[in-house]
């Protein structure tokens, strides 16, 4: 070998060494933020689910006593399962910038359907069996969502 050609490959290597290091560097760190991404979204996925199922509960039985008060009318109910569901719309909201695009019609489907199993004219029997129904269906728009 030439000593033209030595001198050229002790300059080469290196560079290629360095590129290939600072390319790892950029790769890596690219992952890295990726991988946090992913983890703070699911994070705030399972925050915003909880938070919503949370307050689900709490209008439901607040509804059910509300269907069933003697003291108030039948308009009267149906206005006050109106106003507890309507409060669910901006947890609803923020649920729904979680959803993938496709599951966001249907839960929100789920959940006016659970709001008109809730007034005072659904029948007892139909609530009992469609509740459990629907709830499960939005627990399992929510498990996909997060596991995804």
Known sequence: MSEATNTNILIIVPVVSGLFALLGGF???WLARRTEYEKWLRQERS???AEFLK???TVREKAIDA???PDLSEQQR???VT???VGLNGQ???VRLYLKPTDREKFSKLKHDLWLLHGPRAEQSQRIQKVDSLLSEIQSIFE???HD
């Open 47 to 49: 925050a915003a689910f």
């Open 55 to 57: 307050q689900l509960h």
């Open 92 to 94: 609803e909201n923020i």
């Open 27 to 29: 790769f890596g760190t």
């Open 67 to 69: 269907t069933y008060a």
């Open 78 to 80: 149906d206005m006050k």
């Open 83 to 85: 106003e507890l569901f």
């Open 144 to 146: 996909k969502t997060i």
